[in-house]
């Protein structure tokens, strides 16, 4: 008996949830058809507005520009065919499309006289191919285009050959393909992009050479770095070495340019340009070369007394970590543990896991050193075949690692 009264419960429980369920999806239909309701009479209402606006102007003795009419085909041309006038909107949008007709062939033709032709070919394109006066206007818009591209082509050719190729641009882009020279055209185009592109590198080095404040780095040992160093750590070191390498990416940008054709630039300006990027990259691969001598000694020194208090706060084996050898290219780690080859090689491995051996390699030492003490004359080692300081940085400079 408590059975059958639990089953009953169960029964009602579910059938009051179906019930519920039911009600919110009537609610939510009602409410949507509500909206569904007040759309269509609001979209109603803008019908009526459009078509009175429409008819009051159309029925007007004031003639208008082609600009009205327009508007006055496009308002009617969005009357829902639902609407009680829809045909006399199509009759009346007829009409307005006729005085657009005849307002734009009068106007482009004012302007086509006055050699505007870009807005003559914009405003006769209006002309309906039904208008009486279409082919005239297609005429006038054919001339036009024509005369449009002479005009762009002269202007952007004038630009060009003075040098001023962003100036050129803007015109030479403007001339279609039915142009008599548009495969010139196109070549000019690409010869400016060419220029503009490398003339961003080649500002980048003459400011570089000049010690521009937007290209100066300030040693590693001034003020300034060490402040930053501060901050930042390890990633000051790397922006120092990234700095190196976008301008040796500025310098090879510029050499390979001057390989370039330039087909469409003139004598005098090609060996300009060839002669001015021999002399940026000449003098700015001098100034890197001398300026990565004397920093990548101090940038291996900073590395090494931050790997130093990294390990000193390590929870596994302690080492003092310093620089030796010829301009600090070799970094030793010094402690009792490394006495033994199997840690010493666990270590090793630890340190390329952990992305150590990746600065290593960036930061160009020649060696690894593990010794039990300072005083040790039996160490172990490992060696990275990493450039000399001057060549120039980039992903082919990494090094290789042997034991």
Not at 24 to 39: N, P
Not at 133 to 155: R, T, V
Not at 362 to 372: A, E, Q
Request: charged fraction near 30%; proline fraction near 1%.
């Amino acid at each position: 008996m408590n059975f059958s009264k639990r089953e009953a419960g169960k029964k009602s429980i579910a059938i009051g949830c179906l019930l519920a369920f039911v009600i919110i999806i009537a609610i939510g239909v009602i409410i949507q058809c509500i909206d569904e309701s007040t759309t269509k009479k609001e979209k109603m209402e803008r019908d009526d507005v459009s078509f009175e606006r429409a008819s009051s102007l159309l029925q007007s003795s004031e003639k208008y520009g082609y600009e009205e009419y327009e508007r006055i085909s496009n308002e009617l041309g969005i009357i829902s065919s639902s609407h009680k006038k829809y045909n006399e909107a199509q009759i009346l949008k007829q009409k307005a499309d006729s005085l657009l007709s005849e307002k734009s062939y009068e106007q482009g033709k004012i302007f086509f006289d006055k050699g505007e032709y870009g807005m003559a070919e914009s405003i006769l394109k209006k002309v309906n191919s039904k208008h009486k006066k279409y082919e005239e206007a297609k005429d006038m818009i054919i001339k036009a285009s024509n005369a449009l591209n002479e005009q762009n082509y002269k202007l952007g050719e004038k630009f060009f050959d003075e040098g001023k190729y962003a100036e050129a641009l803007p015109f030479l882009k403007k001339v279609n393909n039915k142009y008599k020279d548009y495969n010139k055209v196109k070549g000019m185009i690409v010869n400016a992009n060419e220029v503009i592109k490398i003339t961003a590198s080649a500002l980048l080095l003459s400011d570089y050479i000049q010690g521009k404040e937007n290209m100066k780095v300030k040693s590693v040992s001034s003020s300034v770095f060490q402040s930053d160093l501060k901050k930042l750590g390890i990633t000051a070191l790397q922006q120092y070495v990234f700095y190196f390498g976008a301008t040796a990416k500025a310098i090879k940008e510029c050499e390979d340019f001057q390989n370039y054709k330039l087909e469409y630039l003139n004598q005098n300006a090609r060996s300009k340009l060839k002669k001015d990027l021999q002399r940026l990259t000449t003098q700015a691969r001098n100034n890197l070369r001398k300026e990565q001598r004397a920093e990548f000694p101090l940038l291996r020194k900073e590395f090494a007394k931050i790997i130093n208090d990294t390990s000193q706060k390590s929870k596994g084996i302690k080492a003092n970590v310093r620089t030796s050898g010829s301009g600090n290219s070799h970094l030793e780690y010094i402690g009792v543990a490394f006495a033994n080859e199997a840690i010493i090689d666990e270590y090793q491995k630890i340190l390329v896991e952990e992305g150590v051996t990746n600065f290593i390699k960036l930061f160009r030492f020649k060696r690894v050193v593990y010794k039990w003490s300072e005083y040790d004359r039996e160490y172990s080692y490992y060696s990275y075949n990493t450039p000399a300081d001057d060549v120039e940085v980039n992903e082919n400079t990494m090094g290789e690692i042997k034991k």
